[in-house]
């Protein structure tokens, strides 16, 4: 593993439930950032976080709300998700001008 | 838009040859690119990495290519073993935006025993 870890591996949730999604990095990285992965499409871009403020979100639908409490600790909020919002979804980090490197991902399913 | 793909879907490979894999990208600007590995039910994996100002860089059994002039990138996997098998994917990013990546689709590798 590349000290990215995610928790949990797997989830299954109605579209009424909340859950979340978490990820730890222990390379003391200083940006992380959620991608949605779908089957036959590429790793799409969800948020970023750059010293634990918010840089980028694209253009994301409210139902998904991410928290990054330290530099460390990345949340994904989950609340009255879609079936279209089943993926594996995958948090990386990276050090500063650095290349990311991913945790083993959430595998999400919305029944 | 700016995109970065990948010219062949699959590719299967005898075991023990080397494989090459191929990435187009589209903006000129970019300054820094990775590929990565992404084995069935695991998280992409970092393989090797190179800037701009290389044009070859080595690591154990992989070597990545950059021709800036007609924009590609490869990746050479030398003597092609099982556990090679995945899907590859390419990335390219400008240094300095919060290092965000674009990503192609992805080519699978097999490996025939």
């Known amino acids: 593993e590349t000290g990215v870890t995610q928790t949990p591996r797997h989830l299954v949730m109605g579209m009424t439930n909340k859950k979340s999604l978490k990820c730890e990095q222990h390379l003391g990285h200083n940006a992380m950032y959620w991608y949605k992965q779908s089957a036959k499409k590429p790793l799409e871009l969800m948020f970023v976080?750059?010293?634990?403020?918010?840089?980028e979100n694209n253009s994301v639908p409210s139902r998904f709300s991410p928290e990054c409490p330290n530099s460390s600790h990345l949340f994904l909020h989950l609340h009255t998700l879609q079936p279209e919002d089943s993926a594996l979804y995958l948090c990386?980090?990276?050090?500063?001008?650095?290349?990311?490197?991913f945790g083993p991902g959430t595998r999400l399913t919305v029944l | 838009g700016e995109s970065v793909g990948l010219h062949l879907p699959t590719l299967s490979v005898q075991e023990g040859d080397n494989s090459i894999i191929n990435c187009a990208y589209s903006n000129s600007a970019s300054d820094y690119f990775i590929w990565y590995k992404q084995e069935s039910g695991k998280g992409p994996q970092f393989i090797i990495d190179i800037r701009s100002n290389m044009d070859k860089r080595q690591g154990q059994r992989v070597t990545v290519l950059l021709n800036k002039t007609v924009k590609h990138l490869s990746l050479q996997i030398a003597a092609t073993q099982p556990g090679d098998s995945a899907v590859y994917f390419c990335a390219e990013t400008l240094t300095g935006a919060n290092s965000k990546l674009t990503f192609g689709k992805g080519i699978t590798l097999s490996v025939r025993p």
């Open positions: 990386a980090s990276s050090p500063q001008g650095g290349g990311q490197f």
């Open positions: 976080y750059s010293l634990e403020e918010r840089v």
